[in-house]
């Protein structure tokens, strides 16, 4: 059981670097909040499906 707890740990963990990095590319490279809003979903989609990243 604490193995499928540490891979949900890790797999949020995962998820939050990604989300960071969408948020970094908004701010730094001049992504537009509607590009930012795409990929947060496409993130949270992938998160639904048990994909991996």
Do not use: C, P
Not at 17 to 33: C, D, I, N
């Amino acid at each position: 059981m604490s193995t499928n707890k540490e891979e949900l740990i890790k797999r949020q963990e995962t998820l939050n670097k990604a989300a960071l990095k969408a948020y970094s590319l908004f701010k730094k490279e001049g992504l537009t909040f509607q590009e930012l809003r795409y990929v947060l979903a496409r993130i949270r989609e992938v998160a639904s499906t048990n994909a991996k990243i």
